[in-house]
């Protein structure tokens, strides 16, 4: 699997960015598919993650409420929608493939990974 993410910029604080990943394959459908960040000297850290369907979502407690992900299983797509951006947001954003049946939080789940779009917001 292959993932392309792309959409990342720079925005002020209070702005908005909405981050895509694209996957190839024909097994997208299947795939809980799930965002982090890692900033400079940080750990990678959990943004969010989607179920193969697109009807359960799960997210970091310091995006809760601000971002949102969504999928598009024929386009082999998933989105990140983010709102009111704050400066402790600007991260390196990495889209990828968990091929268990049960979400996580934890990178190590994870099989595959984009090479991330950066994102940095301003104050």
């Known amino acids: 699997v292959q993932l392309q993410a792309s959409g990342g910029g720079m925005v002020q604080a209070g702005g908005s960015l909405r981050l895509s990943c694209a996957a190839s394959?024909?097994?997208?459908?299947?795939?809980?598919m799930g965002w982090f960040r890692q900033a400079p000297g940080k750990e990678r850290e959990f943004v969010g993650c989607?179920?193969?369907?697109?009807?359960?979502?799960e997210y970091a407690a310091s995006v809760e409420g601000r971002f949102t992900i969504s999928r598009d299983n024929a386009k082999n797509t998933v989105s990140l929608q983010m709102n009111s951006l704050k400066p402790e947001d600007t991260a390196v954003y990495l889209c990828?493939?968990?091929?268990?049946?049960?979400?996580?939080?934890?990178?190590?789940?994870?099989?595959?990974w984009g090479q991330g779009t950066q994102v940095t917001v301003s104050s």
């Open positions: 989607i179920n193969w369907g697109g009807s359960i979502t």
């Open positions: 990828a493939v968990d091929e268990s049946l049960i979400m996580g939080r934890r990178p190590e789940r994870y099989k595959y």
């Open positions: 394959g024909s097994a997208f459908g299947r795939y809980i």
